[in-house]
């Protein structure tokens, strides 16, 4: 349907030149379509007269000049003794393999019988000029059968240049518009990137020279209290005049690139004087040096992490001291240092992978338990302390009939140990005696996760694959809630502080977090892994950290339903490779048979370890890791059933 009235007068002056057939053709077609019939010359200004021709003409040329076999405008029309029009090429294809008419069946049909529609032909391709009105108006101006007058000519043409320069109008402004709105867009934009800017640079400023009173201050002190040779090392290293000279206004340029990178003066001094004070200066100088490329490899990361402490806290003293803090706590660690190994495998077992580890809660004991369907209770000093021996015999050991999937030691209650394995039972444990004390029947399939709340030591939570969560109480020997998951559960985790929040992850991608005091709706529903959640762990009694298949971990508030940070660098696409937390330190396993540490602000691992070779198969992997909270040690095992302890430094 044309939408320009020049156009639609243009159409109706080309029609005029249709034969008498074509003619005859549409007032046959009018009276079905209760169109009007051809506008005369003198209706040609008839907005509305045209518009209902040219609607009724759209319709007829869309449903009637159709070929009934490729449905398409007819092209090539040919008219068969029967009276039905088809494209040639389709007729064609169809006699090939029939003999009869398409529409009415009339046999035999032979392509003798055909004969070219002329006057079809002549419509269909006057119609697809149609289309293109710079087409239509060259062929209507150049045809012969257009009677046209000057005076006709020189309206059209007005019409044709008022409509032109209307339209250059529009579409220039249109451009013009939107070129502007981009403009404006870009500079406010870059407006806010230099005000935020300007405000970080004011921000580091003001810290560097905070930085350097600290330094002066140190100094100082220690200029104060030093004696002999060591302090006047101290004064010819030129740290007397340090507290001036930072008491004054830093200087435009703070950092030199071509300058070698700075070293604290007193250091140098102390090094050039050899003896065991140099040795001691060289290692410090070595230790900061190691520290200061450490921060380097993560300089993206600390720095998104220093304005976001800033963002946090309202006091510059208090946000310097809390990246301060957050910056020596990461800088300490590099590595892990295996210190001992014991094997947890058997000659008599094809399989001997460690599905849980758990620390007692004065941390004396650890408990493993797996594939071998067996929980076995460690004395950590005797391990700890007899690094040589690979084979160390378990304090107590606990038959189950199945193989255990979780085990969660209770906080309070230190003689109590609870495991939920692959036959969907949860069992109570009393770690004195070896016994069982009860079990818990309810679940319908295997049973991945149990946890004992820390802030009600009498209240256990179990998730399992027929899609529910079970609340159980020691007081009473069924469950006394449950919350359906609507998917496999595979881990459950109760809040640090409140016995009535609960975190659970899902094989739907999600964590769910719900108030146990009322069920009927969920707080939040945490988003964002695009794969089963394996693991949930709190951090703190805000925080908490999520495990994923997707090969990576993701810290959460519970305060909102937008992911913190994401950690990348492990490998994770179908087992469970163990989570454990620390304060702000996160450890993880891997499937190519490493353990992997991440800090909290940083999205890369800040430390791993591997392994050794005779263990890179690519079926093997790390399959449950332990912090002992009381130290930087971290219990981890593989596939293989070797359980190591590793030293965090």
Known sequence: QVSCPAVYALLSLWLRGFDFAAKKLWNLAHRR???PRWPNMAEADDKEDIDSFCRAFSSYAKDDLKCPLC???????????????YCYACITKHLATRNNCPTCGVAPLTKEDMFPNFNLNKLSRKIRLAKDPSHFVSSAIRSDDMQLSVGEIDRLLAALSSRKRAMQFESNSADLEVCLDFLTRAYKQREEMQSRLSREMALLLTDMQMIKHQQANVIADRTRSATGSDKRALLDSGAGAAHDEVSRTLPARVFDEEDPEPTPAALVSA??????AGASAVRSLDNINMKKRRVQEHFPDLQTAYFATHERHSGRGTALAAFQESLSAFSRHSTFNVFASIKCSSIHQSSSIVSSI???????????????KKIKIYQYSSIASQPQLEVHHPVREMPGRTKISCLSWNSYMRDRIANSDYEGIVTLWDVYT????????EHEKRAWSVDFSPAKPTCLASGSDDTKVKIWSLETEHSVATIDGKANVCCVRFHPDNPYYLAFGC????????DLRHLQKELFMFKGHSKAVSYVKFLNSTELVSASTDSTLKLWNTSSTECQRTFVGHINEKNFVGLSTCGDFIACGSENCGVYCYYKDLTKPIAQYRYRTEYDEPSNFVSSVCWKTDSEVIVAANSMG???LLQFQ
């Open 33 to 35: 379509l209760n169109a």
């Open 71 to 85: 449905l398409e405008l007819v092209e090539d029309a040919f008219i068969t003794k029967c009276g039905h029009s």
């Open 271 to 276: 090094s050039a004087s050899g003896g065991a």
């Open 358 to 372: 758990e620390f007692d809660p004065d941390k004396e004991f650890f408990a493993t338990a797996g594939v071998t």
């Open 434 to 441: 070896g016994s069982r004390i009860v079990q818990f029947e």
């Open 507 to 514: 094989a739907d991608h999600n964590i769910h977090y719900y």
């Open 642 to 644: 070797t359980l190591s």
